[in-house]
């Protein structure tokens, strides 16, 4: 029988979310995605008007269909927490029900349940200043959108997961190494990602039985790597230097994510699985 995911971080066909989700479809999965509310139009309608569909097409020629895309802002819990200048905002007016809480709310009330829940969002305001240089400001709006976003998501999904089911994040491996560059306290947003998965991982396994891992990726052009605005040295010092001198491609992520959302993995919960063509496992360039 086929699987349901829901993939929240998906808002064009360039980031690791849209590879996720191919290869969930691929290996036969019903495809949900959560795009970021102020990205929402332009992604609607630029997949209405046809313009993914070149990379919407899957290994036996069909194209990706996507079931239904919920408006999502992975920084707000419940309605409560929307202050007024962002209820009032003009990207945000023409959508509702986007808060975390109200996301699980309508995909359980529209389908019930799902068995894989994705998270593939990151943002850091200040993610091009040096970590001496980032405001308490930064620092914090960096952890809520890119780590407490993936606490808050599976605490509020996990009701509605089945059981076997399996929830998978995206990590940088600046968390554990030093990467100038990634700055704004998106290192630290990526320790705690990290960490959590592995507390996640006992809670949820032994609520529900649910496994909890996260990808430590190697270098995508993405839009959110576009704007940290290292990511083509990044790309070069990996094609020179890991022990797989070829250029990731987002693909071999979403396999990578199949595979853990799969029975394959059955017994792998709590891990950092890299996906980096070895890069991981240099001590030094060469
Ligand atoms: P991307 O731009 O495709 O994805 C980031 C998504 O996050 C966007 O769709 C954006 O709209 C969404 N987003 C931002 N703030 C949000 C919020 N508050 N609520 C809901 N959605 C929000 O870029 P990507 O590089 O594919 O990023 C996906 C994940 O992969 C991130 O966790 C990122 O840190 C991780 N990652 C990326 C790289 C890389 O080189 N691109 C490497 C390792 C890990």
């Given at each position: 029988?086929?699987?349901?995911?829901?993939?929240?971080?998906?808002?064009?066909?360039?980031?690791?979310?849209?590879?996720?989700?191919?290869?969930?479809?691929?290996?036969?999965?019903?495809?949900?995605?959560?795009?970021?509310?102020?990205?929402?139009?332009?992604?609607?309608?630029?997949?209405?008007?046809?313009?993914?569909?070149?990379?919407?097409?899957?290994?036996?020629?069909?194209?990706?269909?996507?079931?239904?895309?919920?408006?999502?802002?992975?920084?707000?819990?419940?309605?409560?927490?929307?202050?007024?200048?962002?209820?009032?905002?003009?990207?945000?007016?023409?959508?509702?029900?986007?808060?975390?809480?109200?996301?699980?709310?309508?995909?359980?009330?529209?389908?019930?349940?799902?068995?894989?829940?994705?998270?593939?969002?990151?943002?850091?305001?200040?993610?091009?200043?040096?970590?001496?240089?980032?405001?308490?400001?930064?620092?914090?709006?960096?952890?809520?959108?890119?780590?407490?976003?993936?606490?808050?998501?599976?605490?509020?999904?996990?009701?509605?997961?089945?059981?076997?089911?399996?929830?998978?994040?995206?990590?940088?491996?600046?968390?554990?190494?030093?990467?100038?560059?990634?700055?704004?306290?998106?290192?630290?947003?990526?320790?705690?990602?990290?960490?959590?998965?592995?507390?996640?991982?006992?809670?949820?396994?032994?609520?529900?039985?649910?496994r909890?891992n996260?990808?430590?990726?190697?270098?995508?052009?993405?839009?959110?790597?576009?704007?940290?605005?290292?990511?083509?040295?990044?790309?070069?010092?990996?094609?020179?230097?890991?022990?797989?001198?070829?250029?990731?491609?987002?693909?071999?992520?979403?396999?990578?994510?199949?595979?853990l959302?799969?029975?394959?993995a059955s017994a792998i919960t709590g891990g950092?699985i890299?996906?980096?063509?070895?890069?991981?496992?240099?001590?030094?360039?060469?």
């Amino acid at each position: 029988k086929g699987k349901r995911a829901f993939i929240a971080g998906v808002a064009d066909d360039n980031g690791y979310g849209w590879a996720i989700a191919k290869s969930l479809a691929a290996a036969g999965a019903e495809i949900l995605v959560g795009t970021w509310v102020p990205a929402l139009n332009i992604f609607e309608s630029s997949l209405r008007r046809g313009k993914f569909d070149e990379s919407r097409v899957l290994p036996d020629g069909s194209l990706m269909e996507i079931t239904k895309i919920y408006p999502l802002d992975a920084v707000f819990d419940n309605p409560e927490d929307v202050p007024e200048d962002i209820k009032t905002n003009k990207r945000y007016a023409g959508s509702s029900k986007w808060t975390v809480q109200e996301a699980a709310e309508s995909v359980k009330s529209d389908f019930g349940s799902i068995d894989i829940l994705v998270h593939s969002l990151a943002n850091g305001p200040e993610v091009v200043k040096p970590l001496l240089e980032t405001s308490r400001k930064g620092y914090l709006a960096a952890l809520s959108a890119s780590s407490y976003s993936y606490v808050s998501l599976l605490k509020h999904f996990l009701p509605i997961i089945n059981p076997g089911g399996s929830s998978i994040s995206l990590t940088y491996i600046a968390s554990e190494r030093i990467i100038p560059g990634y700055g704004g306290g998106m290192s630290s947003a990526k320790a705690a990602l990290e960490s959590d998965t592995r507390v996640l991982a006992f809670e949820a396994g032994r609520r529900k039985g649910i496994r909890v891992n996260t990808i430590s990726a190697g270098p995508l052009r993405s839009r959110a790597a576009k704007a940290i605005g290292f990511i083509d040295m990044m790309i070069d010092y990996s094609s020179a230097n890991a022990p797989l001198q070829k250029e990731l491609s987002a693909e071999e992520v979403g396999n990578t994510a199949a595979f853990l959302a799969s029975p394959l993995a059955s017994a792998i919960t709590g891990g950092v699985i890299y996906v980096d063509n070895g890069l991981n496992a240099m001590g030094v360039g060469v």
